[in-house]
């Protein structure tokens, strides 16, 4: 596994030149559009180039990427020709590739799948014999260009992998068929692409930038991940914020900093649903004054003159005046003890968290953090054009 990737990394050219041809952003630009009608040529452009920038910061910072974005997934070479075809599609008709006939597939069986499989590895990594073994079996004459069984399992999601390992031999049948179909087609269509001033190895590493690009941008902090994590990078400039800084975003945003400290509400419980939905009725054709008279009912906020104020643990009426909008009269709430509730908020009172507050630490180091992984990541980039002498 570690020799393929090392090769991998070393053979992959990363846009040796960053001048794209009006072919390439027309390519991209028609698969955007699709997503973003509005967007431009320019803009296509401008993407190709970033996505450059940050093929060249997964090199650098993330290498394993480049081979794989997780341990279970399949490889980003996969995702790349599915991508590549994806492009191709916009401009070309893409060529009808037969399938393989039966001779073909004839020794190619479960039971041979099983012997020139080696056991499946509890990590879900191959030692350096294991793949070696499969290194040896050469199925270039079935995908119509150089292909290992080795190349094959790696590339693999776990998922795959492990029903290969099980004898599926109709899954190694369609994985074949995938390599087959994406190198006859770039062969029957190399000479448009020649024409077109397009190459393989190009439109390859365009979609390969594509895919890694929401990758990077969250390793930068640009982009954030679905579970909020950050990476390494992003949590040292996170360790660079100072209190006076946070106190400095506290005293400009503090509107953000501020909650609902109490509110004056009213409320009713009933034991029917029935009782309540007439009460509810009432009270809003009437006022909820005057529905408390006419059905004889007790405000359970009337201790507190309708005062409920926020603590550790608000009972469930007062969870829901909190919630509800000043003088929006609830429907019938169904209660955890089988109840039904009817309230009202009159009036919200607010208050702010104190500027030492965790609360207010949280959520400035978090709105500072954006803003400070934002600019980097635009000096890094500019940086990297200059370098590059990357031009629009």
Known sequence: MLVLLVASLFSLPLFAQLNFSQSEIKLVHNVLQEKAPSLSLRQAKERLLENAFLLAQAKRHQPAILHKQSAVGFSSDYHARRFTLVLLKSQFDLPNVPALDDNAFAPYTSLWLLDNLPNYPSNNIYSQQQLAQLERVDLTHLANAPLTLATLMNEQSMQNRYKLHQGEINLFKSLIAEHRRFNLTMQLLADKLQTMGLSKQRLLEIAKAELLRPVMLTYFGVLHSMHGEHSAYVEQ????????????????????????AQVHSQAVLFKEKEQASQFYHYAKQHSFEQALSQFKQRDLFAQTDGLVKRKQQNSWAEQLAFSLLPNKLSKPVRTPQGEWLVATTLKRQYSYYQADSETVKYQAKIALTDSLATAEYEKLKKQWFRQHKATL
């Not at 400039?237 to 609902?260: H, S």
């Open 237 to 260: 400039l996170q360790a660079k914020i100072t209190q006076q800084q946070i106190n400095d975003y506290f005293k400009a945003n503090k509107n953000d900093f501020r909650y609902i």
